[in-house]
C-alpha cells in the first residue's frame, strides 16, 4: 500500500528499537510530560467547572432567573405581568415578591432583607423550600407573622425556632410623640441554610401578605420572579418580555444580577487555563531535544535518504511526523488520564482523605466542602488542540536541523 516516504519513514523511526536507549528514555519521557501536563489540566479546569456550577447553583437557590419590577416604583397589576410571562413557553413558573431592609432585635440586635413570599408559589422560582435546617416553608401563613430566618441570621441574632424577634421597619408612622419607625414582633417558625454566607447571613422571609401590611404596600408587590426553562437563556428571554410588557417595567436577569461574580470566575478559570497551557507547552517543548537528539543519531540515516534523492523538505517531514507523533500519543493518553480522574474526582478525594487522614475542604471552614468536578467535553477537545499546537510547533527546529545536514560531512567518517 502507498504510503508517502516522509510518512513511513517517520512512524518506523518511531516504531524502532533505538541503539542509543537514552533518546528511547527520553521520548518515553516526552510522551509521559505531555500526558501528565494535558492529564493535569483537564483535571483542574473540570474542578474550576466544579466550583462554578455549584456557585451558581447555590445563588440561583435564592435569586430567580429573571425578574420583573417596576422602574423607581412598586409593581401594581402584578397579575397581569404575571399573566403575561405565563404565556412565554421558556416561563416555568413566577412567584410575586416583596423585599425591603429592616432591624431585626432578638438577643442580639442585627440588619437584614426582609422578603414576603407566597410559599405555594414560591417553591417554583427558588429553592428556599429545600434549603430547610427547621421547620417549613408551609408553616408561612397570613396574619400570623411567623419568619424564616437564614442559619449565619439566627446565629446573629441568637433565635431559634419558636422564638421571638422584634422587626423595626424603615416606614416612619406619626404619633402624638413624633415620628417612630414601625415595629412588629414575629415567631421563627424556621430556619434556612443556602449554603452562602450572603444568604445565609443577611435574609430572611416572611409571608408576602404580613410583609404588605408591616411596609403598607396594600396590593403592590416589589416584583415579580421567574423561572426558566434554561438560565442560560435568560437574556433572550428579558429582551422578548421587555417588549410585550407594557408600562413603567423592566426585566432583569440573574447574569446582570451576579455580572461581576460570574466574570471574575471566568477571568479565574482563563488565567488557569493560560498558566497550565505553559506547563503543556514546556512539556511539549521537550520534544525538541528529543528530536535533536534524534537527528544527531540519524546523521548517516540521512545523509543516505539525501543522495537517494530526497529533498530537504522532505527529510524535515519525516522528523516532523515523528515529533507529532510522539505528541499525538502524550495528548492521547493525558486525555484519557485526565478524563478519568475527573470524571471520579468526588469519589478519589474521600478515598485519598481517608487513606492519608486529611481534609481537603473542612466542614467548619469552607461552604463547599467537597471538591466538586464537571467534565466538559469542549474544555477536553480544546486542551487537546492546544497539546497538538504545542507538539507541532517544537518539532519545527530540529526538522530544519535535519535537513540542513550535508550528506559527504555526515558520511566522512562512516
Do not use: C
Given at each position: 500500500m502507498y504510503r508517502p516516504l516522509a510518512l513511513y519513514i517517520g512512524l518506523r523511526y518511531t516504531r524502532a528499537k533505538r541503539r542509543n536507549h537514552f533518546i528511547s528514555f527520553i521520548s518515553a519521557a516526552s510522551i509521559l510530560g505531555i500526558a501528565l501536563g494535558v492529564a493535569a489540566l483537564?483535571?483542574?479546569?473540570?474542578?474550576?467547572?466544579?466550583?462554578?456550577?455549584?456557585?451558581?447553583?447555590?445563588?440561583?437557590?435564592?435569586?430567580?432567573?429573571?425578574?420583573?419590577t417596576g422602574i423607581g416604583e412598586d409593581l401594581s397589576d402584578w397579575q397581569g405581568a404575571q399573566?403575561?410571562?405565563?404565556?412565554?413557553?421558556?416561563?416555568?413558573?413566577?412567584?410575586?415578591?416583596?423585599?425591603?431592609?429592616?432591624?431585626?432585635?432578638?438577643?442580639?440586635?442585627?440588619?437584614?432583607?426582609?422578603?414576603?413570599?407566597?410559599?405555594?408559589?414560591?417553591?417554583?422560582?427558588?429553592?428556599?423550600?429545600?434549603?430547610?435546617?427547621?421547620?417549613?416553608?408551609?408553616?408561612?401563613?397570613?396574619?400570623?407573622f411567623g419568619i424564616v430566618l437564614g442559619l449565619e441570621l439566627s446565629y446573629a441574632l441568637s433565635a431559634h425556632v419558636g422564638d421571638s424577634v422584634t422587626l423595626y421597619a424603615p416606614q416612619a408612622r406619626s404619633t402624638p410623640a413624633g415620628m417612630i419607625p414601625t415595629v412588629k414582633r414575629f415567631r421563627v417558625v424556621g430556619i434556612f441554610e443556602i449554603g452562602m454566607y450572603e444568604y445565609d447571613r443577611g435574609t430572611s422571609v416572611i409571608h408576602m401578605q404580613d410583609a404588605q401590611k408591616l411596609f403598607r404596600m396594600r396590593d403592590q408587590v416589589t416584583g415579580l420572579r421567574l423561572h426558566l426553562t434554561d438560565l442560560f437563556d435568560a437574556w433572550t428571554v428579558?429582551?422578548?418580555?421587555?417588549?410585550?410588557?407594557?408600562?413603567?417595567?423592566?426585566?432583569?436577569?440573574?447574569?446582570?444580577?451576579?455580572?461581576?461574580?460570574?466574570r471574575a470566575i471566568r477571568t479565574e478559570k482563563m488565567v488557569m487555563f493560560i498558566i497550565l497551557s505553559m506547563l503543556v507547552g514546556i512539556a511539549a517543548f521537550n520534544l525538541v531535544s528529543t528530536l535533536v537528539m534524534v537527528v544527531t543519531d540519524k546523521q548517516a540515516d540521512i545523509a543516505i535518504l539525501r543522495t537517494m534523492g530526497a529533498s530537504p523538505s522532505q527529510i524535515m517531514r519525516v522528523f516532523m511526523v515523528q515529533g507529532i507523533t510522539i505528541g499525538v500519543l502524550g495528548t492521547l493518553l493525558g486525555i484519557a488520564l485526565g478524563v478519568l480522574i475527573a470524571s471520579n474526582v468526588e469519589t478519589l478525594v474521600p478515598l485519598l482523605e481517608q487513606t492519608f487522614g486529611f481534609k481537603a475542604l473542612p466542614g467548619d471552614v469552607y461552604y463547599i466542602n467537597q471538591l466538586p468536578s464537571e467534565l466538559r467535553p469542549y474544555d477536553v477537545a480544546r486542551i487537546g488542540l492546544v497539546a497538538l499546537l504545542f507538539s507541532a510547533i517544537a518539532t519545527i527546529y530540529p526538522a530544519w536541523r535535519a535537513s540542513r545536514t550535508e550528506p559527504a560531512r555526515a558520511l566522512r567518517y562512516e
Open positions: 483537564i483535571v483542574v479546569i473540570s474542578v474550576m467547572n466544579g466550583f462554578e456550577q455549584e456557585l451558581r447553583t447555590r445563588i440561583l437557590g435564592m435569586v430567580a432567573h429573571a425578574t420583573i399573566r403575561i410571562a405565563s404565556e412565554n413557553p421558556n416561563v416555568l413558573g413566577s412567584a410575586p415578591y416583596v423585599e425591603r431592609e429592616a432591624l431585626f432585635q432578638g438577643r442580639r440586635v442585627s440588619g437584614a432583607i426582609v422578603r414576603g413570599v407566597m410559599p405555594v408559589l414560591e417553591t417554583s422560582v427558588s429553592e428556599i423550600g429545600e434549603k430547610m435546617v427547621e421547620g417549613s416553608l408551609d408553616d408561612l401563613r397570613p396574619g400570623e428579558s429582551e422578548t418580555l421587555t417588549s410585550q410588557l407594557k408600562g413603567n417595567l423592566q426585566v432583569r436577569d440573574w447574569t446582570q444580577q451576579h455580572a461581576n461574580f460570574f
